[in-house]
């Protein structure tokens, strides 16, 4: 059974840090993502990484505060999130594919990730 399970959530204050964690078991993931979701909002892109670590992707908003990594020792990815703000404040995916994205623009594509954890609240206060 394939599964993808988040942790490292929680109530931070602004400017604070969090590391998320997400496991994955079942299988190995070429390329593997973060998203979030925010009451009344769509889901969106935060970052993406290949499997070597080597190629990573984020969007605007999170450049130089997050950062993602990944150790396929443990089939574990991370996002490192720093200097946080309060409408960073959302549920937190992680989602992962088997393959490589064919194109660059599909790394921020949700609709390219097959798997999907349940997702961790992220909570900032001002």
């Known amino acids: 059974q394939v599964q993808l399970v988040e942790s490292g959530g929680g109530l931070v204050q602004s400017g604070g840090s969090l590391r998320l964690s997400c496991a994955a078991s079942?299988?190995?993931?070429?390329?593997m993502g973060w998203f979030r979701q925010a009451p009344g909002k769509g889901r969106e892109f935060l970052a993406a990484?290949?499997?070597?670590?080597?190629?990573?992707y984020y969007t605007d908003s999170v450049k130089g505060r997050f950062t993602i990594s990944r150790d396929n020792a443990k089939n574990t990815v991370y996002l490192q999130m720093n200097s946080l703000k309060p409408e960073d404040t959302a549920v937190y995916f992680c989602a992962a594919r088997p393959y490589s994205p064919y194109s660059r623009d599909d790394y921020f594509r949700a609709a390219e990730y097959g798997y999907w954890g349940r997702g961790t609240q992220v909570t900032v206060s001002s």
């Open positions: 990484i290949n499997w070597s670590g080597d190629s990573t």
């Open positions: 079942g299988r190995t993931f070429s390329t």
